[in-house]
């Protein structure tokens, strides 16, 4: 069940570097996730496909470890291994990546599984595909994400043609956010708004007066 409205996207390159006399042994990545989960952000999503197996392996381990102190939800970008191995509670599947059915008989039924989408097509296949949630987008222009932004118009023609939640990515702000939810989006996610920000736990808090809970 898909029971949060925003989900923290990640890519370390955002998150600031160990300020110099800082005793905190964790990963700028490490300390960015926590104040978020603590500032109330219920789902990430590990993206960080550059690393290799080992490398990402270590870096899931770590961030289950803080997303199970909040209760987050942990989600591991299209690796089914590593999110097997780490006990994620699920996979992220890009849409030309691992079949969502696939990740399905690994994970177990309870295992969320998401789909990235830039089509009303490839949303329609997610869900036929027995996917609990697609991404959808870009919705507006961001450097996160490389596409010609599809614009609200677009994303409310999807949000009403299929039934399973959508989640609006690509140049999301607060104020995007409430305007995805206008145009029926079950959510949005997040990659430098929030990874970007001088003060993570005030851009959480900003999304959350924009959307509601969270």
Known sequence: MIDFR????????????????????RTPLERAIAT??????RAVQLREKDLDARDLFDVASDLRRIT??????????????????????????PELGFPPEAARKI???????????????????AESSGADLAFYGPVFPT????GTPTGLDALHEVCTRVAMP????????PEHSARCMEAGASGVAVVSALLGAKDIGASVRAFEEAIGHL
């Open 6 to 25: 925003l989900c923290l996207v990640t890519n370390r390159t955002y998150c600031q570097s160990t300020p110099r006399g800082n005793t905190d042994t």
């Open 36 to 41: 978020a989960c603590r500032s109330g952000v």
């Open 68 to 93: 199970t102190q909040y209760a987050c939800t942990f989600l591991v970008n299209e690796r089914v291994d590593v999110a097997l191995a780490t006990a994620a509670d699920g996979v992220h599947c």
């Open 107 to 125: 994970l177990g039924a309870a295992a969320v599984i998401g789909v990235s989408c830039h089509s009303l097509e490839a949303v329609q296949r």
């Open 143 to 146: 450097r996160s994400k490389s």
């Open 166 to 173: 959508v989640f609006a990515i690509g140049g999301i702000t």
